[in-house]
């Protein structure tokens, strides 16, 4: 009998599933920055609500220079000119002009085929685009109800930077990079700013300062991101939204379990939505020309009842 239940508990532990170091510490950090029911069971905002009217009223008042300035790409059909990926049939963009006569008029109207979730387009990700186990932020299991419709008023803040290449004086950090708090910390120290509730952070890695430079890779398996240790950092802070020149995930993962890590942390743990493919050269440049790493933020998803997320043109003001 005891030769037998030993071969059982050998068995048993055969098939038994063993998890990393890194998959255990991001479950306990997914369960600390869950905000289910934080706004009750209804809420399909998630971390918008940390954007108060005080806040946006106080965000107005940044701007002293009048300057705008886009943080997104042109969308072309030729993937190519941004970052060209094995990836790419998941980010199709395909533009038609059409003539036709109307009314004694000759009128040229556009036909558009857009699919923006990807590794090319920038685009906002809505809190409805991921699951874990069929069940999305707040437990809502329909898509539908947690549309990007639902931030049809805008989401307008305070914008801040963090530069992680100006940090270490280089252009850029290399592909596969992952951001650290200590990035974070030492950059608000160095450049007096700091993250506070109900800002849009954006991470600047110079994704495509290195793509210039050394061209073109396939991006989805080396890409700089940031670290998942950084979430509890930003679900102390508060703050609303989460934006990067990637995807914010840092590729190949550092854990072997968890393929987009972020992604799952901010969507559905936080009701987060992200920020992805910016274009954040531009911003770098204006805010070291005015010495300035905080502005005014406007970011105006289009409203598709229902939609995962939006194409985005997100502006930033100085």
Do not use: C
Request: hydrophobic share 35%; charged share 25%.
């Amino acid at each position: 009998m005891k030769k037998y239940l030993f071969i059982v508990l050998l068995v048993g532990v055969g098939f038994g599933q063993v998890f990393s170091k890194e998959k255990l510490e991001f479950d306990e950090i997914y369960s600390k920055v869950n905000n289910k029911n934080k706004w009750g069971p209804d809420d399909k905002l998630g971390t918008i609500n940390y954007i108060t009217n005080e806040k946006v009223l106080s965000a107005l008042k940044i701007p002293n220079k009048g300057i705008s300035v886009s943080l997104g790409f042109n969308m072309v059909d030729d993937s190519t000119r941004i970052n060209n990926s094995s990836y790419d049939h998941l980010s199709k963009f395909a533009y038609k002009q059409i003539f036709k006569e109307h009314n004694g008029y000759n009128w040229i109207m556009d036909n558009y085929e857009i699919a923006y979730h990807g590794f090319t387009h920038s685009h906002i990700d809505g809190i409805n685009h991921l699951s874990k186990d069929g069940k999305m932020y707040n437990g809502f299991v329909d898509p539908n109800i947690l549309g990007i419709d639902n931030y049809k008023n805008g989401i307008i803040s305070k914008g801040i930077l963090i530069d992680v290449p100006l940090l270490y004086n280089k252009e850029y950090v290399d592909a596969g990079y992952k951001v650290t708090l200590k990035d974070i910390i030492g950059f608000e120290k160095k450049y007096k700013v700091k993250i506070e509730k109900g800002d849009v952070l954006l991470i600047r890695t110079g994704r495509w300062v290195e793509k210039e430079i050394k061209g073109d890779w396939n991006f989805p398996k080396k890409a700089a991101g940031i670290h998942y240790n950084i979430i509890p950092f930003l679900s102390e802070r508060e703050i609303a939204v989460l934006g990067s020149d990637g995807t914010n995930d840092s590729h190949p993962p550092l854990i072997k379990e968890e393929g987009s890590p972020i992604h799952l942390l901010t969507l559905v743990a936080m009701g987060m939505p992200l920020l992805d493919n910016l274009n954040l050269e531009e911003l770098s440049k204006k805010a070291r020309e005015v010495n300035k790493w905080e502005f005014f933020i406007s970011i105006q998803p289009l409203r598709l009842e229902g939609g995962t997320g939006s194409p985005l043109n997100a502006l930033a003001i100085f």
